[in-house]
């Protein structure tokens, strides 16, 4: 890849678009596999730059303007006390909510311009998300009112308030702890009923706060962060809520180390560290069983996933948790900001940076900048109360694992699991263009096209988004998706074939991966605009896969815009990790458990392994 232009495309753009689909998956997966997305790299700057200087720089010089003992000259300062992981906090929700952090330009869809959410949350007509319209009164309908945008502006308001008001000392701290300040408890109340609120009336902006990341931070501040500043508090208290603060942590560390048990996530290393900007090629193949004959996972992939992953994710944030000694805290935290510091080298799609950033620094500052011989779970003065604190925690995690039909993957802490709600799309002729119809929608061919450094031609930017294709298709699901279209739809060469994540962020300004953003509900919306025809949009969709490591079959959803969902049924994941992303070998076996009246898909016989299903969509 150059510096300001992208890789050169592994054949010429418009010879590629006419291939069949199987072959332009493969030339585009193992192009990932060397190559990655091939963006410039002056893009990585971009990222680096928003990621340490917006994120990180700014976020220290905020803290240190509106406290007394943070001072943005002395990095001794930041490392010792508890408000920086308070205000750190709150400006990366900032961040997130306006799209500055994660979710942000090319690598999460936004082209030209690289800035979704807020464009879109300020203005009415565009399409919402209400999680449960049909049940809470107030909440239903798919239309951003003015009554919206108010409360989004609220929400934002009810952010910078806890991160410009001044911090308070604190009074009684343990002995050896040097002067401490909190944000006033007080403060977290606007932002703990007006983000509820907002993700009632639209769920994207209550996800694409990372709301689980960071609500329960403020909802422990506001509580224990109370009962420290009362008049009646002491030492304890304060130990209390530090400890409180390494629960919060380490439950998003070992929920993610859980969340890849199964067969998916050794399929998320490989095209990950392929789109590193700083990786040799050679390294890269590395990850591979014998690129570019043969893309599955290899043993330095199995190796990375199960042991430098999902290991440390739950080993170390358990030792972190249950240690009282510094040595142990120091090097464990040490561990944690080197396994950060990897994915962020990654540059992953959907670009979660700063995230990284904060939860590599944070450890440093919950482990490091605070006796661990003091500050430790076994000297929790109130243990009665970590029972609602876990219970709280790791509702989401719990409950998503189970049905995650229910629970996005966010707060089911599923983060790069390789276990997602995914869909692909299948538009006629046509029908992409339609999509500019919709509010503030400009479809991502013609961003590609109007982008400022690099413009692209029509068919080099078509080229590149179905990159998006290669990149699902290199996960489980991806392969079991394509299978679905492959089953439906005779006429699928003709087709405009669209990742669903990058889809939805045109549409709704943002998604991090989450299938539940555009599933029959987002295209019930899209038809309720564009009135299409039967078979005009059909969507593969799938949901994650419930409890991976007993690894029951996963279910699977045929979407059309016009009829509602056609099929359900479901695939072995064992079936899907064993195929190329391509699938030579025809689709994977799909068990149909249901359809719907009038509905009739053939009997098949496709690369030589029996298909039973019930009905054909041309």
């Not at 009632?200 to 509580?223: H, N, T």
């Amino acid at each position: 890849m150059g510096f300001i232009s992208p890789s050169p495309q592994p054949v010429p753009p418009a010879e590629f678009l006419t291939l069949p689909l199987r072959e332009r998956i493969r030339i585009l997966s193992t192009n990932w596999a060397d190559d990655g997305f091939g963006t410039p790299k002056a893009l990585s700057l971009v990222y680096v730059i928003k990621m340490l200087g917006l994120y990180f720089a700014v976020g220290l010089a905020i803290t240190a303007w509106t406290t007394q003992y943070v001072h943005f000259t002395d990095p001794g300062s930041w490392f010792d006390n508890i408000v920086v992981y308070q205000k750190l906090a709150i400006w990366l929700m900032v961040l997130e909510v306006l799209g500055l952090a994660g979710a942000f330009g090319p690598l999460c869809g936004h082209f030209a311009p690289m800035l979704g959410n807020v464009r879109y949350w300020i203005r009415p007509d565009t399409i919402r998300m209400a999680p449960w319209g049909r049940h809470v009164p107030g909440t239903g309908g798919d239309t951003r009112t003015v009554f919206d945008v108010v409360l989004f502006l609220a929400v934002l308001a009810s952010l910078v308030y806890p991160l410009v008001i001044s911090a308070e000392p604190v009074q009684f701290l343990p002995a050896g702890t040097g002067p401490q300040e909190l944000v006033p408890p007080t403060a977290f109340i606007p932002i703990l009923i007006t983000m509820p609120l907002m993700g009632l009336r639209d769920k994207v902006i209550f996800l694409a706060g990372r709301s689980e990341q960071y609500l329960p931070i403020m909802l422990f501040s506001a509580v224990f962060g109370g009962i420290v500043m009362s008049s009646g508090a002491d030492a304890a208290d304060f130990v209390n809520l530090v400890v409180v603060f390494k629960i919060i942590i380490c439950v998003v560390w070992i929920g993610a180390g859980v969340s890849k048990f199964g067969e998916h996530f050794i399929n998320v290393v490989p095209p990950m560290v392929s789109n590193s900007p700083g990786q040799f090629r050679a390294v890269k193949r590395l990850f591979y069983r014998n690129t570019p004959d043969d893309i599955r996972p290899g043993k330095v992939a199995w190796f990375m996933a199960h042991i430098a992953g999902t290991t440390v994710e739950l080993a170390i944030p358990l030792i972190l948790l249950l240690t009282t000694n510094n040595t142990i805290a120091l090097l464990g935290a040490i561990l944690i900001l080197a396994f950060h510091i990897y994915i962020t080298s990654t540059f992953p799609l959907a670009v979660p940076l700063e995230w990284n950033v904060y939860f590599g620094y944070i450890a440093i500052v919950l482990w490091v900048g605070f006796d661990t011989s003091v500050y430790n779970i076994w000297n929790f003065s109130q243990p009665w109360l970590l029972i609602p604190v876990f219970a709280l925690l790791c509702f989401g995690p719990v409950l998503g694992n189970l049905r995650p039909d229910l629970v996005s993957f966010l707060p089911s802490m599923r983060q790069y699991a390789g276990n997602w709600a995914s869909a692909v799309w299948a538009m006629k002729p046509g029908v992409e263009e339609r999509l500019n119809e919709l509010p503030l929608v400009e479809n991502q061919i013609d961003q590609l096209q109007r982008m400022m450094l690099t413009p692209y031609e029509r068919d080099d930017a078509d080229m590149t988004l179905q990159k998006t294709l290669a990149w699902r298709s290199m996960h489980s699901q991806g392969r079991g998706l394509f299978s679905v279209l492959h089953e439906h739809l005779d006429d699928i060469e003709s087709r405009t074939v669209r990742e669903g994540e990058f889809v939805c962020n045109t549409i709704l300004g943002w998604n991090f991966g989450d299938g539940h953003m555009h599933d029959e509900r987002l295209i019930a919306a899209v038809q309720k605009r564009l009135g299409l025809a039967p078979g005009d949009l059909v969507v593969a969709y799938c949901e994650s896969q419930a409890t991976p490591w007993s690894n029951p079959p996963q279910q699977y959803r045929v979407i059309d815009a016009a009829l509602g969902v056609v099929e359900r049924g479901s695939w072995n994941v064992s079936d899907c990790v064993k195929e190329q992303p391509w699938l030579p070998n025809g689709p994977v076996p799909l068990a149909v458990s249901w359809t719907a009246d009038g509905f009739r898909r053939r009997e098949t016989l496709t690369g030589g392994r029996h298909h039973t299903g019930e009905g054909s969509m041309a």
